[in-house]
């Protein structure tokens, strides 16, 4: 079945403690991207790539890091998180960026003490 | 401000009844999607249409765009409790480096 798995699925941690969202798809797919939704703001986009070792701020990059090795996998990383964190992060991908539809994880919903 | 703003920002229908929600945006684009959001769950693609399309269908959604108004707008027809959900337009801008840009979403609530 097609999908991009995002794990986990819950994390609570506490301020300072450096965690790794993973993000992997099966589609083959060359652009993939974070985002992260909170009340009252949408989905802002956190960064994105466009194929491996190719990736690129979005609108809101500051306090994550994100790495593309591999083309399925698109980890984001919080060397050290803040509670201004605490949110829900969706990982996505497509065949290319803009013209062809996204295809979502199922979230990860993180809090950060 | 949002480069797509839905509107209402919350819909209250009985099952049965049309549900039409709007979308508008500020620049030129290539084109617009809508997606739908399960509470908490990922977002689910339903329709794209490009800026040279004017009307698309998808089982009971339909899908217009005015690019001369800079706008687009979602029907769905014969609405179940099940539709009930957040729905979210997407566009991408011109020039823009195909970037998508999603607006706030419209809550969709269908009573049984």
């Known amino acids: 079945e097609a999908q991009v798995t995002q794990n986990p699925r819950y994390l609570i941690t506490v301020t300072g403690k450096k965690l790794t969202v993973t993000c992997s798809q099966n589609?083959?797919?060359?652009?993939m991207s974070w985002y992260r939704q909170d009340p009252g703001l949408g989905l802002r986009q956190i960064y994105y790539?466009?194929?491996?070792?190719?990736?690129d701020k979005g609108d809101v990059p500051e306090g994550y890091k994100v790495s593309r090795k591999e083309k399925r996998n698109f980890p984001l990383i919080l060397e050290s998180p803040s509670p201004n964190q605490t949110s829900l992060y969706f990982c996505?991908?497509?065949?290319?960026?803009?013209?062809?539809?996204?295809?979502f994880g199922n979230g990860t919903r993180l809090t950060v003490t | 401000s949002q480069q797509g703003e839905e509107d209402p920002q919350a819909l209250s229908i009985q099952e049965g009844e049309n549900a039409t929600m709007n979308c508008s945006y500020k620049?030129?684009?290539?084109?617009l999607q809508w997606y739908r959001q399960n509470s908490g769950r990922g977002l689910v693609h339903l329709i794209l249409?490009?800026?040279?399309?004017r009307e698309k269908h998808s089982g009971r959604l339909r899908v217009t765009l005015d690019t001369s108004k800079k706008s687009s707008s979602l029907l769905i027809t014969a609405s179940r409790a099940a539709d009930t959900a957040s729905y979210f337009c997407?566009?991408?801008?011109?020039?823009?480096?195909?970037?998508?840009?999603f607006g706030k979403g419209i809550t969709l609530s269908v009573r049984p």
């Open positions: 249409i490009r800026s040279n399309e």
């Open positions: 997407a566009t991408t801008i011109t020039g823009a480096n195909s970037k998508l840009t």
């Open positions: 996505a991908s497509s065949l290319s960026q803009g013209g062809s539809p996204l295809h």
């Open positions: 620049t030129s684009i290539n084109n």
């Open positions: 589609m083959n797919h060359e652009y």
């Open positions: 790539s466009m194929n491996v070792e190719v990736t």
